[in-house]
């Protein structure tokens, strides 16, 4: 029941800030769908709240509209704030192989922001280029992770980490027989 509400209630945020953010840009729902790839009738459905975006279509919407990944779950910010994983609700690939964990949300005057994600044997996310001069951070915690940028394909086991440039298509993939669980800080020149 708690996971529902969690869930709910991160539908809740997504909705606002697209609603919010695409009438800050002046931007009609077919400019949007065009400009992101993502149809009209699953933009409106998920303004109102009536569809759970997954990873793959939040991704595409933050690429098309220029704003961070994490901008569109961004919520009231405090003076301090504990996190505790387990009330995070990922986001997910629809099979839960990949799971997103936005632990540091993007906001205004920072530019960065923090995930933690999992990947079960043989997921995988593939990512369009973000903006020209964006860097993601990768540390692997535990399993091998491949990555994959631009024509390039790197290994990497627990304990290693890796910076690239984020601004060509790159993609991560577990092709181990563990899980993969790493933290990514994505940092917005």
């Keep these: 029941m708690q996971e529902h509400n969690a869930i709910e209630n991160l539908n809740a945020i997504i909705s606002a800030n697209l609603k919010r953010l695409r009438r800050e840009k002046e931007l009609t729902l077919d400019t949007l769908s065009e400009i992101t790839g993502v149809s009209k009738s699953m933009l409106g459905q998920i303004e109102r ?9 939040l991704w595409k919407i933050s690429t098309g509209m220029k704003i961070s990944f994490t901008s569109l779950m961004v919520e009231n910010k405090q003076e301090a704030q504990i996190i505790d994983n387990e009330d995070i609700v990922p986001l997910t690939n629809g099979d839960d192989s990949f799971k997103l964990y ?6 205004p005057g920072r530019n960065f922001e923090i995930l933690n994600i999992e990947m079960e044997p043989g997921a995988e996310s593939l990512s369009l ?3 020209l001069g964006t860097e993601e951070f990768v540390m692997v915690y535990s399993g091998q992770m491949t990555l994959l940028v631009g ?13 690239y440039q984020a601004d060509k298509k790159h993609g991560y993939a577990n092709k181990g027989v563990e899980k993969v669980k790493l933290c990514m800080v994505i940092y917005y020149a």
């Design 49 to 57: 709240g009536e569809s759970a975006p997954s990873v793959a279509t």
């Design 102 to 107: 936005p632990v540091f949300p993007f906001e």
């Design 129 to 131: 280029p973000h903006d």
């Design 151 to 163: 024509d390039a394909s790197y290994t990497l086991n627990a304990n290693q980490s890796i910076r």
